[in-house]
């Protein structure tokens, strides 16, 4: 019986340090696998961004709006981060969800005719809006001079 018994204490004893060891393990499993989102999203953080708001029925304006957005999108590379929402009516419910994850919904939601640029600094704070077709050239200094003042900082 004392036998039975010190086996038993044994087995528990051992069982106990196997769950503190993968507690501990899958701990610092999600530690590293948050400081590598964070650092991640640190990296991504971009120091300026754009964001496009457009209607997929918006063949006019829209047309011109985009391909100016994707041109200075690779200019302007890691300093900045271009995003476009399409603002549809069949796509609200995800053009909402797009702004919330950015974290510009309060933005969003006065946009109130399409395209729409909005820049915005590294701490979201809207910089520029510039509403209707603009030149590239008016675009790209808008967002330098985020990118300026995001330096001056």
């Given at each position: 019986?004392?036998?039975?018994?010190?086996?038993?204490?044994?087995?528990?004893?051992?069982?106990?340090?196997?769950?503190?060891?993968?507690?501990?393990?899958?701990?610092?499993?999600?530690?590293?696998?948050?400081?590598?989102?964070?650092?991640?999203?640190?990296?991504?953080?971009?120091?300026?961004?754009?964001?496009?708001?457009?209607?997929?029925?918006?063949?006019?304006?829209?047309?011109?709006?985009?391909?100016?957005?994707?041109?200075?999108?690779?200019?302007?590379?890691?300093?900045?981060?271009?995003?476009?929402?399409?603002?549809?009516?069949?796509?609200?419910?995800?053009?909402?969800?797009?702004?919330?994850?950015?974290?510009i919904i309060r933005y969003?939601?006065?946009?109130?005719?399409?395209?729409?640029?909005?820049?915005?600094?590294?701490?979201?704070?809207?910089?520029?809006?510039?509403?209707?077709?603009?030149?590239?050239?008016?675009?790209?200094?808008?967002?330098?001079?985020?990118?300026?003042?995001?330096?001056?900082?």
């Amino acid at each position: 019986m004392l036998v039975k018994l010190f086996l038993l204490t044994e087995v528990l004893a051992l069982s106990c340090l196997y769950s503190t060891s993968i507690a501990l393990v899958s701990c610092n499993h999600a530690l590293a696998a948050d400081e590598q989102l964070n650092s991640s999203s640190a990296e991504r953080n971009s120091r300026a961004l754009v964001v496009l708001v457009y209607d997929q029925h918006c063949k006019a304006w829209c047309t011109k709006v985009r391909p100016i957005m994707q041109e200075l999108a690779a200019e302007l590379g890691d300093d900045v981060n271009v995003v476009e929402i399409d603002s549809s009516a069949s796509v609200g419910k995800s053009a909402i969800k797009t702004a919330e994850d950015l974290g510009i919904i309060r933005y969003y939601k006065d946009v109130d005719m399409v395209p729409v640029v909005m820049i915005f600094d590294s701490k979201k704070k809207l910089m520029h809006e510039l509403g209707g077709p603009k030149t590239k050239e008016t675009y790209k200094a808008a967002i330098e001079s985020t990118l300026k003042n995001a330096k001056n900082k």
